[in-house]
């Protein structure tokens, strides 16, 4: 989006000679845009990009700065500079300073407002700022109301307060970050970072700017597109003397106008007709442009560019009675990503528009069609970027902790205001309300939310509670699974989604934010690393063929202390080839359009149902233990399943009848299979965790992490067909628990289709 009219001018004057003293603080990691970015460079794009007026003016880069305490007043001193739009925890504000409850932060700068007083407003916009925010202007305080959200945009009419020439434009803002006792949203954000928390953020994070308008403006509008009558709605809102007020509203693709309509009643939708709407999907990003000008008495004419994109998400059932999710009216597995937000340079701020594209263009080269945006609200270009790039997002509503009686009316509110701020951006299809129980409160008030979402923005599906306290109400029922993949049996009401799994992590030397790191499950090389993704695709794959609608694996980047990502905290090391994983990705895709029902026929059957004898032993055994002529007379007989009591407890369908209580043990079990091999042989097992297969003396399987019930996981074919032989067979299993349920229990069956 260009920037365009009198934007930006002012600031490189304002402040000159201060900018050449700015140097992001040192950092454990930087990315590529952050290294060459300066005051003069950051976020200079226009940042509203779907209501887009000529004249406005950047206030981003150096302003004044100061700390002191929570209850003081503006400070007389100032303590230096800091670079807007970055927190002042970030390295890239050039400060790099943690905020606590007991705190307040001031900032300054000046501005020159040219404004037609007789025909004219001032906007003053803030993209975000965390958390509860007071404005003065020329000492006079224009924020009638403190605003509080860390996560929302807020706009102030400063008109009646600015002068010719220079005026003084002065924050103060407070954020607890759960300090004091005060819980606010903030997703992510904790006083003290670790495990799966990060580094708070305070202050302005996000772009501040200047806007003028006519007395009577448009405010902004709402789109409801129907692919099927090949319509657009748009209700228009504005501001001022509205009486007689004209508004015209044109549609164009490129150079041509493809439909117009007039406002007729305020709050009623202009319906206008497309013709051979162009629809828009990952695939083909198809968008349209909007134009709409509002003509008033004793006010200038006010003209406004936005842009919309035509698309359905529904779910319904498919021709084997699976509710799956239609786009654009065809069926389709959606598949992508948690994505975090998060940046070593700049925290929650992105570093720049090219940074932000650099991530939705990994995910479309990995072969994702989607991205579940995890308890944060982005910046709203980053949401223009996934309409023209072409990503579908699942949109979380940010969590807070707290009593979550005490805080539902601020949650109802944030959560009305991010709908209505995001509603134009046709690549969100999914709504997220809930996280994890993450500020969640009970079955009552849970399922209000969620009726009331369903019901306040049809045009897209809302997720029932994603992970944990599900109570019945929303279009699907959502699985967390580490590392997974899993899912809930298939439903008649809802569908079954996989909103988290995965969780692989991989240490990349040169590029770790700290030396203390976690993944829910971890390799030390890449080639095991990619085994493992391979594997879970694999089992991912047979989950999608069975009725799983959609999958989010954790996640797009490394962040901070998590190395479970893509792509490193930095994005400067990508950890496995993207074509590589398209390949993976597109077997999902490919197996949730098979229409063919998956046949299981045991070939060497489990002890579910009946149970099975093996010799078995808890001590070390010598190292030819998995060959067949290995010596296993001294080791102990019993029948299968093996595991401790937590596992039935954990998982009833676990048959345990033979105690297993330590870390390791050892299997091994002769049985005589005699016939033709079948096409396809896959594992039929319950395992945990960490297990390895031999069949006379080869290994066909390695298993990292655990499931936690029987399933099919696929072999390689080639393997087995050397290995599975006429007469007697030897089958040797090796599995570690490593804490909690513990289980085993293996057979072999024959795959078919019909």
Request: net charge neutral; with cysteine.
């Amino acid at each position: 989006m260009k920037r365009i009219g009198w934007a930006g001018v002012i600031a490189g004057c304002l402040l000159g000679t201060a900018f050449a003293a700015y140097q992001p603080k040192e950092n454990p990691l930087m990315t590529v845009w952050g290294e060459k970015m300066t005051p003069e460079s950051a976020w200079r794009e226009y940042p509203r990009p779907n209501l887009v007026r000529e004249k406005w003016q950047n206030l981003n880069g150096l302003w004044q700065y100061a700390i002191n305490k929570r209850d003081a007043e503006r400070p007389e001193e100032w303590a230096g500079e800091i670079l807007v739009p970055f927190p002042i925890e970030s390295a890239l504000s050039g400060v790099k300073r943690l905020m606590t409850g007991q705190e307040q932060l001031w900032y300054r700068r000046t501005f020159t407002a040219p404004v037609d007083a007789k025909r004219e407003r001032l906007l003053l916009h803030f993209g975000a700022v965390d958390f509860r925010t007071q404005v003065w202007v020329n000492g006079e305080e224009v924020t009638d109301v403190p605003h509080e959200s860390g996560n929302l945009p807020f706009t102030l009419d400063i008109t009646d307060f600015v002068q010719a020439g220079e005026n003084e434009l002065v924050l103060s803002v407070w954020d607890p970050t759960n300090d004091q006792g005060y819980y606010q949203s903030l997703g992510k954000q904790h006083l003290n970072p670790g495990g799966c928390m990060y580094t708070r953020v305070s202050g302005i994070w996000q772009t501040v700017w200047l806007e003028t308008v006519p007395k009577t403006h448009i405010t902004g509008y709402k789109v409801v597109t129907d692919i099927d009558k090949g319509t657009v709605a748009v209700t228009v809102d504005a501001a001022g003397n509205l009486a007689n007020a004209q508004v015209n509203l044109t549609v164009k693709r490129g150079n041509d106008t493809v439909a117009t309509g007039s406002v007729t009643a305020w709050g009623e939708p202009v319906v206008m007709k497309i013709d051979n709407p162009q629809l828009w999907s990952p695939e083909a990003p198809n968008l349209y442009d909007l134009v709409i000008s509002l003509k008033a008495a004793g006010s200038a004419e006010d003209t406004v560019k936005g842009y919309f994109g035509m698309r359905k998400i529904e779910w319904r059932k498919d021709e084997k009675g699976i509710p799956r999710f239609y786009f654009n009216n065809k069926k389709l597995f959606l598949q992508g990503t948690l994505d975090q937000g998060w940046w070593p340079d700049g925290l929650l701020t992105p570093p720049s528009d090219d940074a932000m594209a650099y991530d939705i263009n990994l995910l479309k080269g990995c072969g994702f069609n989607m991205m579940r945006k995890h308890i944060k609200i982005e910046p709203l270009r980053y949401y223009y970027l996934c309409d023209k790039l072409g990503i579908m997002i699942w949109q979380d509503m940010v969590s807070g902790w707290g009593n979550t009686e005490d805080r539902y009316t601020l949650y109802r509110s944030e959560l009305k205001e991010m709908m209505d701020l995001l509603q134009t951006y046709p690549s969100i299809v999914i709504w997220v309300p809930y996280n994890e129980s993450w500020g969640q409160p009970a079955k009552a008030k849970t399922n209000m939310t969620m009726k009331w979402v369903k019901r306040y923005d049809p045009t897209r599906l809302v997720d029932g509670p994603s992970g944990w306290n599900d109570y019945g109400v929303g279009d699907t029922r959502d699985m967390h699974n580490y590392p997974g993949p899993g899912m809930f049996p298939v439903m008649e009401n809802r569908v079954s989604v996989l909103g988290e799994f995965g969780g692989i992590g991989l240490a990349i030397d040169g590029h770790l934010w700290q030396q203390k790191n976690w993944g829910y499950v971890s390799d030390k090389t890449t080639d095991a690393s990619f085994a493992r993704y391979t594997a879970l695709m694999r089992k991912l794959a047979k989950l999608a063929q069975s009725g799983l609608a959609a999958s989010v694996y954790t996640q797009t980047t490394d962040v901070e202390g998590e190395i479970n990502g893509l792509v490193t905290y930095d994005r400067k090391h990508e950890k496995y080839s993207r074509d590589a994983l398209k390949a993976l990705h597109k077997r999902v895709y490919d197996a949730a359009l098979d229409t063919r029902v998956m046949v299981q026929t045991p070939v060497l059957p489990t002890s579910e149902k009946n149970a099975a004898k093996w010799k078995y032993t808890f001590e070390k055994p010598s190292a030819s233990w998995f060959e067949p002529a290995f010596d296993d007379a001294a080791w102990k007989t019993g029948e299968a399943g093996f595991g401790n009591r937590q596992i039935a407890i954990d998982h009833p369908v676990a048959k345990v009848r033979t105690a297993w209580n330590g870390s390791d043990i050892w299997l091994r079990r002769d049985f005589t299979f005699n016939g033709e091999i079948p096409a396809e042989v896959a594992l039929n097992i319950f395992y945990d965790e960490d297990t390895v297969i031999y069949l006379n003396g080869v290994k066909i399987a390695e298993l990292a992490g655990y499931n936690i019930k029987y399933e099919a996981v696929e072999l390689d074919q080639v393997v087995i067909k050397k290995t599975l032989k006429q007469g007697k067979n030897v089958l040797a299993i090796h599995t570690i628990n490593k804490g909690g349920g513990a289980y085993i229990d293996v057979g072999f069956d024959a795959i078919s289709y019909k």
